[in-house]
């Protein structure tokens, strides 16, 4: 299971190139691959892509606004649906491990 604010459609930098990247290699070798992120508008909220079960949280609430001054604020916001979406994420099943990628899931990890 691994926990990403970020994660295609949702490219703010790096990191979900990278856990996109990684997610599909594991899941090419064999591993059951589950990312649990962040949800981008047109996206649905769960998905099986490249091999990869992807599970997306929807902003809570919607329009509490990611920007500096309010950073720490949307991160708990998101991390109580991130943690209710991996929550979700886990009624099919039990994983091994829990990969969380970046201080912004910590709470949920």
Do not use: C, K, Q
């Not at 892509?49 to 902003?59: L, N, P, T, Y």
């Not at 500096?68 to 099919?92: K, P």
């Amino acid at each position: 299971l691994m926990l990403s604010w970020e994660y295609p459609p949702v490219l703010v930098g790096g990191l979900g190139r990278h856990v996109h990247a990684l997610s599909v290699a594991l899941a090419a070798a064999g591993h059951e691959v589950t990312v649990v992120t962040r949800h981008a508008d047109g996206a649905p909220l769960e998905e099986y892509a490249d091999g990869v079960r992807i599970v997306r949280a929807a902003e809570d609430p919607v329009t509490f606004p990611l920007a500096t001054g309010s950073l720490l604020a949307w991160t708990m916001a998101f991390n109580h649906t991130l943690t209710r979406a991996a929550l979700r994420a886990t009624e099919s099943g039990g994983y091994d491990v829990i990969h969380a990628h970046d201080w912004l899931v910590a709470h949920t990890a």
